[in-house]
């Protein structure tokens, strides 16, 4: 290998004093990632549970050990050369020779580099493909996702089953794939889909409808949330996927399809007069009755979900009520206003909500 | 260089300014087209900003350090996170690389001024006037609906959130504008740039024996004109859109938000490496002279930043991974991404090789460049795992993203431009600043960013996105948190240190003559600071470094230079 000029030179040096090479702390590294992965976390995304989330772990594996291969020998050569060529109190006051380059250097760790980024860049590609360019198989499962400031609203075409904020779909069987097509868009501002073990997101985009899949085969439920910045409440947008296993996915579609319970008694049935008579009605819809608003989520089986304001409390009646007494007190900036009912009132509509399983 | 008879007249003249009444040198300040004056009221317009900013992260890390945090409210919060990324990218990072440029360029290529110095004195003050506008926002953007404040859509903006239905008020249009004037201001200073050093280099500078942080300054200056200018005019048209009834990204009447997503990266992008190439620039002056060796590998040097100025206009896309734009788009920007990492890689390996064989001296401008190298490696790294689309269907907008981009911006940038900070002062004031203050400088900050934005990937990894006022305990986030929130007072402490050190410098540190640091290039070869005039006799060169060859003239370089 030729280095093209080199040369040594004479130089009055006056000052400077060696310094001992400094310890660089380079805390960054796989061992961090690696204790990453071990925590238990319910959205971590190496701990894959469909094919979607598995790929992407797969290839990101092979890209960290990849990056941390390199980081070990380019950290590893500027460490030694810190130490080895630091400047030392007993050194002549002469200037090191002076190298200006050399072609043969500098191809070699072009090319390197290069070779890389193409192994890279094929790894990269086959998921792509291997994700979105393949065909939508005719038996998979449909479900319109549509992102609102700040809830999700779901809707099963097929099934003809309209819910909000948990999203419920069925196990697949790995031998029989059935996997669950989202198609997404946004009543207003763009959110986006996130649920870390199931697959990467997917931005919900008004006017522009957007897809994404995934094949579960463990029951159990998954959490998420909006990863796009959407408005005030944007932290508070969250998601929750209750993957059931095909028989107790059935049951829940059959229960959902009922129409809302309208055998009231007492209080509840006060308290469906409370909503009929108020501006809840604009907002939302509870099936079988004047309720028909769609700005807010559909209420007609309120009861049958675990958790109130997107994801963001327990359904309980005393949460529901507090809620309904005033959203903001527990997510401020949601679009839903207080309606200003008297405890009456309050106690009478939480009983009617409380009724709709 | 010796005062001539040519120019003694002028330095009577500048004597006596020295004795005139305080309000007659304020005066002077803000009527002058001097490059070195405006360089500095640049940095040092910049250095209260970054103080503004960086007090705008402290708080979000409080809010954030623990789950369920009420410490601010959540309007509070989106507004903190829109101010801070506005004011560090347009009113920190933009004017303290002008600035330094402003400063440095002409003195390094032998030149009196910039090509266009009222250009220059107006680019800057239209900046100024931009930064205040966008804080005059907490006063003024409530409008009749009494809506908000400072602008809380992002400071990445996103339509439709920025439509008036969705944005009342007046906050988002304080944001539109003060980005389109510190977009005016930064055309108008990239011009400039490019003219001069195109046009006002001394006699035998050659392109082949420019600095190579003049030749970054150049690709810098291209890359703003080209990027820029797509911002700015998107401003112009979310201006129609919201009051004069066009719909170019109003989705409800049937604009589109993907097209903003568009116009913004297209400036996005590239403005990750308008301002990293001058931290490239400090590194390559800082590196060579501190290891006593001559850049290695020049002409590559010089090919890889003109390659990453081509390259980085066709990467914009990898911020929309996750937008849907399908499977085809998403593999062009996946190939276009990491195909910058050759470039970028072979300037790392050029550093490498320059140290290889060297003396090198950890002086504080040293100390600060070797942590540059290391974290700039990283945050590469961390670039290369986020150009791999499926890996971002992940990690986009989550806090790994945060990471990775505090890592180019802070590891990188901000370590180059401490390290300039250093290197140039005795230049500036003609004194040296203080090597105990530094080191301290040095040490606490680099435990606090290490604290901070080492383990702020992991939260990223497990599911925690960006923008989120507060969380539900139970994720496995709280740790990290903590942690990050508690790096951050070290760095605080350590930028305190760098205060304190320059003022104190300013008055106390030792003087320190034409050339402190034995370095090579002509900045180096006139006074502490430089006269008005710069140089008294235009200089000429023979090689790529000229005081080399002045201190070595058995040995110059221009016999070794191709």
């Known amino acids: 290998m030729s280095i093209s000029r080199r040369r040594q030179s004479k130089s009055c040096r006056t000052e400077g004093p060696g310094h001992r090479v400094p310890v660089v702390c380079a805390l960054w590294g796989l061992s961090v990632q690696a204790h990453a992965a071990n925590a238990s976390s319910p959205t971590n995304m190496f701990n894959p549970a469909a094919t979607p989330a598995q790929s992407i772990y797969s290839v990101a594996m092979f890209v960290l050990a990849i990056t941390l291969a390199i980081f070990l020998v380019v950290a590893g050569l500027l460490l030694y050369a810190l130490i080895r060529y630091r400047h030392r109190p007993d050194d002549a006051d002469i200037e090191p020779a002076q190298i200006y380059g050399s072609n043969q250097i500098e191809l070699s760790w072009t090319v390197i580099p290069i070779l890389i980024v193409v192994t890279l860049f094929l790894a990269t590609t086959r998921v792509i493909l291997e994700t979105q360019a393949i065909p939508k198989p005719a038996d998979a499962m449909n479900v319109t996702v549509i992102g609102h400031q700040f809830w999700w609203e779901y809707r099963y075409p097929k099934l003809g089953v309209v819910t909000a904020n948990e999203l419920h779909i069925p196990t697949t069987d790995p031998a029989h794939p059935v996997p669950i097509y989202l198609t997404m868009t946004s009543a207003d501002t763009d959110h986006s889909f996130w649920v870390p073990r199931l697959a990467g997101k997917m931005d919900l985009i008004p006017n522009r409808v957007n897809t994404m899949w995934m094949d579960p085969q463990q029951a159990g439920l998954y959490l998420g949330q909006c990863a796009q910045y959407c408005g005030t409440q944007h932290a508070k947008m969250l998601l929750r996927v209750y993957v059931q296993t095909p028989a107790d996915f059935a049951a829940w579609v059959s229960q959902q399809k009922r129409p809302a319970q309208q055998e009231l008694g007492g209080s509840s049935a006060e308290g469906q007069t409370v909503f009929m008579h108020n501006a809840c009605i604009s907002c939302h819809t509870i099936s079988g009755t004047a309720a028909t608003g769609s700005f807010g989520p559909d209420l007609t089986h309120l009861a049958s979900r675990d958790t109130i304001a997107s994801g963001a409390v327990q359904n309980t009646p005393e949460n529901l009520r507090k809620w309904i007494d005033n959203p903001d007190s527990m997510k401020p900036g949601s679009l839903m206003p207080s309606m200003h009912l008297n405890s009456h009132d309050l106690d009478a509509i939480t009983a009617y909500l409380s009724q709709l399983r | ?562």
């Open chain 2, 1 to 562: 260089m010796s005062t001539t008879h040519a120019t003694e007249g002028i330095d009577e003249a500048l004597a006596s300014e020295h004795g005139r009444p305080p309000l007659n040198r304020v005066y002077e300040w803000l009527t002058t087209v001097d490059h070195k004056k405006i360089g500095l009221m640049y940095v040092l317009y910049a250095l209260v900003f970054l103080v503004i900013g960086g007090s705008e992260a402290i708080l979000m890390r409080i809010q954030l350090a623990v789950s369920n945090n009420h410490f601010v409210s959540p309007q509070v919060f989106n507004r903190l996170f829109t101010m801070h990324g506005t004011t560090m990218i347009f009113f920190v990072a933009m004017p303290v690389v002008f600035g330094c440029g402003n400063y440095l360029v002409p003195l390094m290529i032998g030149a009196r001024d910039m090509a266009f110095p009222r250009l220059n004195a107006f680019s800057f003050w239209i900046s100024a006037f931009a930064g205040l506008l966008l804080y005059f926002s907490y006063f003024g953007a409530s409008g009749l609906y009494a809506a908000g404040s400072a602008p809380d859509v992002g400071w990445f903006a996103y339509a439709p959130l920025t439509a008036r239905v969705f944005s009342p008020g007046h906050s988002t249009d304080y944001w539109t504008l003060s980005v389109f004037l510190s977009g005016v201001g930064s055309i108008g200073t990239s011009i400039n740039f490019v003219t001069t050093i195109l046009s006002m280099r001394c006699k035998g500078m050659k392109l082949s024996r420019m600095p190579l942080l003049v030749w970054l300054y150049l690709v810098m200056g291209y890359l703003v004109i080209v990027a820029v200018s797509p911002l700015t005019a998107a401003q112009i048209m979310l201006t129609l859109d919201r009051y004069l009834g066009s719909h170019f990204f109003d989705t409800q009447a049937g604009g589109s938000a993907v097209l903003w997503m568009h116009f913004f990266w297209i400036f996005g992008h590239p403005e990750v490496y308008v301002l990293i190439l001058p931290a490239f620039a400090f590194v390559n002056e800082i590196v060579p002279v501190f290891s006593r060796k001559a850049m290695f590998g020049y002409p590559a040097m010089v090919a890889a930043s003109v390659g990453i100025g081509f390259i980085s206009l066709s990467v914009w896309a990898h911020h929309m991974f996750t937008v849907g734009m399908g499977a085809a788009a998403n593999t062009f920007f996946v190939f276009a991404t990491m195909v910058i990492s050759v470039p970028t890689g072979i300037k790392i390996f050029n550093w490498l090789a320059t140290i290889w064989g060297g003396k090198v001296i950890f002086a504080t401008p040293m100390m600060f460049c070797v942590g540059f190298l290391f974290q700039f490696l990283i945050a590469g790294l961390t670039g290369i795992m986020l150009a791999v689309a499926p890996f971002t269907w992940q990690l986009g907008s989550s806090y790994f993203v945060i990471a990775h981009f505090h890592y180019v911006i802070v590891g990188g940038i901000l370590y180059g431009l401490f390290g300039a900070f250093y290197y140039w002062y005795p230049k500036v004031t003609g004194r040296m600043m203080s090597e105990t203050l530094g080191k301290w400088h040095f040490w606490l900050f680099t435990i606090g960013f290490h604290l901070t934005f080492d383990f702020m990937h992991i939260p990223g990894i497990l599911g925690m996105p960006r923008r989120i006022y507060t969380y539900e305990a139970g994720r496995g986030w709280d740790i990290w948190n903590q942690i990050v929130s508690v790096g951050t007072i070290f760095q605080a402490a350590g930028t305190l240190c760098l205060v304190f050190n320059m003022v104190w410098s300013y008055y106390r540190g030792k003087t320190a003559g034409h050339d402190p640091w034995d370095a090579w290039t002509l900045e180096w070869s006139t006074s502490s600071p430089p006269p008005d005039y710069n140089f008294a006799i235009e200089p000429t060169v023979n090689s790529r470094r000229p005081l080399w060859d002045l201190k070595h003239p058995e040995d110059p370089d221009s016999d070794y230079e191709l």
